[in-house]
């Protein structure tokens, strides 16, 4: 590091220590980095959000999966839930990890940490609460997004939570109220019910998983009311603190209701953290509520690309997923070297999966959109759903909650989205991301390979031939 002028100078200065911490490596070792993070180090999907929530799912989703299997001949009990030690477990390894690789970052000599929150004073220069500039030659944004709070009489209060602070709690609630509808409150209705806590799950819409083919949101609202106490089209009007933890006032229809609650979750959403770092008053654009950059992620002011400021994750993408955020982290770390050749990140086909019960997992265009750009575009669309129940391992799990669905266009046997809905969906799925990402066609994918008998993967195949496409 040099100092001009009471101004600290650096190669590279980035701000966040989530899928911005990979940037730095051998490449860099010759040159003076600044990572930049107030919050715990390694950023979100690390210390609160994908890895410690998926933890906290499997031993819930296991149990649920016990307690089914009396349908089965097969008759289990949820005799004890030791919160305390599934969750030592979890962050136990956890926040090793963030420490262990905070340890090693202020170990390299080359590499300054500033434990800080920051502001941008322009593009090149952040200043850090202390009052400390730090100037770059050039700036990588990867500061995530966080969780936004409604403006609720009682939000508060101790016992509300959001996803960042839930899973820390000394003791498992027995009645928690999640507000929201989206894939934040579907794991975490999930992950309570799984351990035995009396669920109620708010949302003021009639659409739950408003971002998902509407034929899986309506089958996961369906398996969700035969679990927890599901209500929509309804409302948080209040929170107090009453005689047995906290009093929450629910609105629906013109009439209300009391429920008394240890814990109430908000999983209404997370927000970029853009406007925390004062992005648009140092000149940048916002757009969509993120920071705006174009598709080699550089940065954009005024619509231009500035030059030598990058961004990457949350803080610049409205599809929150740790997957992408790696793989535009990637992009921008060929791009800080290579400036003559600059690479974009394929982003066509994006993944996503819930880890709630059932689980759910989704690549592409939903059959409205499909269809939608079919009408613009002049084409026919084919769609296909198949049922976990018809095939050989689905009649040994006595499914019928799973099924898979495709959208392909029937010209070309192009696949344009793939939804599953289903145990493992999230691995299930692979193939049909892999078949869209490399260009197989609907039949290519389903009789260009072997496929396992009896395993579940045998329901993708089969919905695969089940689409009227070329060949089949």
């Not at 949350?314 to 793989?327: E, F, G, I, P, Y």
């Not at 344009?416 to 039949?443: D, K, N, R, V, Y």
Request: charged fraction near 25%; charge should be negative.
């Amino acid at each position: 590091m040099t100092e001009t002028h009471g101004v600290h100078d650096y190669d590279l200065i980035v701000v966040g220590s989530g899928s911005g911490n990979s940037l730095i490596d051998e490449e860099w070792q010759d040159k003076k980095v600044a990572i930049v993070d107030g919050g715990v180090f390694g950023g979100t999907c690390l210390n609160k959000g994908c890895i410690p929530t998926k933890m906290f799912a499997y031993p819930a989703t296991t149990a649920v999966h016990g307690l089914d299997d009396d349908r089965l001949g097969v008759s289990m009990e949820r005799t004890d839930v030791r919160w305390r030690e599934i969750r030592d477990r979890i962050f136990g390894r956890i926040d090793a990890i963030s420490e262990s690789g905070l340890e090693y970052r202020k170990k390299l000599p080359n590499v300054d940490l500033w434990t800080e929150f920051v502001t941008l004073r322009d593009p090149h220069t952040v200043e850090t609460a202390s009052g400390q500039l730090l100037r770059g030659r050039q700036v990588v944004v990867a500061a995530g997004s966080r969780s936004v709070l409604p403006d609720l009489p009682g939000i508060d209060l101790p016992g509300v939570h959001t996803s960042d602070t839930i899973m820390r709690i000394d003791d498992l609630p027995r009645r928690v109220v999640i507000l929201g509808g989206g894939f934040i409150a579907a794991e975490f209705a999930g992950i309570f019910h799984g351990l035995g806590t009396e669920v109620v799950q708010v949302n003021r819409s009639r659409r739950l998983l408003r971002d998902h083919d509407e034929e899986i949101a309506e089958r996961f609202a369906r398996e969700a009311s035969q679990q927890w106490d599901l209500r929509l089209d309804t409302t948080i009007s209040s929170i107090e603190q009453g005689s047995d933890g906290l009093d929450v006032t629910l609105e629906s229809g013109g009439s209300s209701e009391t429920l008394a609650a240890d814990v109430v979750l908000v999983a209404t959403g997370r927000v970029s953290n853009a406007d925390s770092l004062d992005a648009e008053g140092a000149g940048l654009d916002i757009r969509d509520g993120v920071l705006a950059v174009d598709e080699y992620q550089r940065v954009l002011s005024s619509g231009e690309p500035v030059d030598g400021v990058w961004a990457l994750g949350d803080v610049s993408s409205v599809t929150q997923l740790k997957h992408l955020a790696n793989a535009q982290e990637r992009t921008v770390q060929h791009n800080l070297l290579h400036p003559d050749d600059l690479r974009s990140t394929d982003q066509r086909y994006v993944p996503h999966a819930v880890f709630t019960n059932p689980q759910i997992a989704s690549v592409g265009m939903s059959e409205s959109d499909a269809r939608d750009l079919a009408a613009v575009q002049g084409f026919d669309v084919t769609v296909k759903v198949q049922d976990f129940g018809d095939v050989a391992y689905g009649w040994a799990m006595e499914d019928s909650q799973g099924f898979v669905k495709l959208v392909a266009r029937k010209d070309t046997g192009e696949l344009l989205g793939a939804h599953i809905i289903g145990t493992e969906a999230s691995m299930l799925i692979q193939p049909l991301i892999q078949a869209m990402s490399f260009g197989l066609t609907a039949h290519e994918m389903a009789r260009g390979q072997f496929w396992i008998h009896p395993a579940l993967t045998e329901v993708v195949e089969n919905a695969l031939l089940g689409l009227e496409v070329p060949g089949n």
